[in-house]
């Protein structure tokens, strides 16, 4: 690391010989920061060996030509921040990922496999509020596939990635009335896509998907600090209303969406001693 007049550098990398072969992750940055104003552009590289279950088990099928490898991400970051105010911050980032053979599964023969490419590219832009009682956020997020993704993990017309949307925004904040805190948070998600059954099913030709509405996400968290000198209590709510939230398959892998996060109510105690 180092440090010339507003600006400063970095650089490093780590190298590892695993079971699966080397993998090597280098990163390098720099970043400038001047009054309300700052940046930074950051590179890296980064891998993942293949879990256990993916690459050891007695149910999934293995072959001698089929030795999984470690999976290699690379990534490009341009970020710019400003100081609006003493309360207000605002920051803006762009990023660019390049995953080579992800680790994925085929369910035409049971197996897990190094297999294509997945490109990403976005934006995302963040603003935050700071007050003595009142704490608050926005946030947005876009991403699309790059140009050379394989075509297992996006769209038929190439333009979305499967089970991921393409917009998200979060709003949230928290306020605090003496003792007690009162903090929601709303996240919503644009629409996603899938496989669609009958492709699934091998009844189409080409690439086939079903489209899924987009969904609006509540929580809520209340916060009563110092009951009795030494207790804190605290309610939590996740999925406030229920919202019909589906897992989808990022690639087609013949798996059907499963529902998860349901609502969840949550209560827990504190005690000082």
């Given at each position: 690391?180092?440090?010339?007049?507003?600006?400063?550098?970095?650089?490093?990398?780590?190298?590892?010989?695993?079971?699966?072969?080397?993998?090597?992750?280098?990163?390098?940055?720099?970043?400038?920061?001047k009054d309300k104003f700052n940046a930074k552009l950051l590179y890296?590289?980064?891998?993942?060996?293949?879990?256990?279950?993916?690459?050891?088990?007695?149910?999934?099928?293995?072959?001698?030509?089929?030795?999984?490898?470690?999976?290699?991400?690379?990534?490009?970051?341009?970020?710019?921040?400003?100081?609006?105010?003493?309360?207000?911050k605002t920051r803006v980032n762009t990023f660019y990922i390049n995953?080579?053979?992800?680790?994925?599964?085929?369910?035409?023969?049971?197996?897990?496999?190094?297999?294509?490419?997945?490109?990403?590219?976005?934006?995302?832009a963040e603003l935050t509020a700071q007050y003595k009682k009142t704490r608050g956020f926005l946030n947005f997020s876009y991403n699309k596939p790059g140009s050379k993704t394989s075509e297992q993990f996006v769209t038929a017309d190439k333009k979305h990635f499967l089970a991921m949307p393409a917009f998200k925004v979060s709003l949230g904040g928290s306020h605090d009335l003496n003792r007690l805190t009162i903090a929601p948070t709303f996240t919503w998600?644009?629409?996603?896509?899938?496989q669609s059954q009958d492709h699934a099913l091998g009844l189409v030709q080409g690439f086939d998907n079903t489209r899924y509405e987009?969904?609006?996400?509540?929580?809520?968290?209340i916060v009563y600090k110092n009951l009795f000198d030494k207790l804190t209590l605290n309610i939590s709510a996740y999925n406030l209303f229920?919202?019909?939230?589906?897992?989808?398959?990022?690639?087609?892998?013949?798996?059907?969406?499963?529902?998860?996060?349901?609502?969840?109510?949550?209560?827990?105690?504190?005690?000082?001693?």
């Amino acid at each position: 690391t180092a440090k010339i007049k507003s600006f400063g550098f970095i650089a490093g990398g780590r190298y590892e010989n695993t079971s699966f072969g080397e993998a090597i992750a280098p990163r390098a940055g720099i970043t400038f920061h001047k009054d309300k104003f700052n940046a930074k552009l950051l590179y890296g590289k980064a891998y993942r060996i293949p879990m256990p279950w993916q690459a050891y088990s007695r149910v999934i099928t293995f072959s001698p030509e089929q030795k999984l490898v470690p999976e290699l991400t690379g990534t490009v970051e341009v970020e710019f921040g400003y100081k609006l105010n003493d309360h207000f911050k605002t920051r803006v980032n762009t990023f660019y990922i390049n995953i080579d053979k992800p680790i994925s599964y085929l369910s035409s023969n049971n197996s897990y496999h190094n297999f294509g490419k997945i490109q990403s590219m976005g934006l995302e832009a963040e603003l935050t509020a700071q007050y003595k009682k009142t704490r608050g956020f926005l946030n947005f997020s876009y991403n699309k596939p790059g140009s050379k993704t394989s075509e297992q993990f996006v769209t038929a017309d190439k333009k979305h990635f499967l089970a991921m949307p393409a917009f998200k925004v979060s709003l949230g904040g928290s306020h605090d009335l003496n003792r007690l805190t009162i903090a929601p948070t709303f996240t919503w998600m644009s629409e996603k896509y899938g496989q669609s059954q009958d492709h699934a099913l091998g009844l189409v030709q080409g690439f086939d998907n079903t489209r899924y509405e987009g969904v609006l996400l509540t929580n809520l968290n209340i916060v009563y600090k110092n009951l009795f000198d030494k207790l804190t209590l605290n309610i939590s709510a996740y999925n406030l209303f229920d919202q019909k939230y589906l897992a989808v398959q990022p690639y087609y892998g013949a798996h059907a969406p499963l529902p998860v996060n349901d609502r969840q109510i949550t209560l827990g105690a504190k005690l000082a001693l």
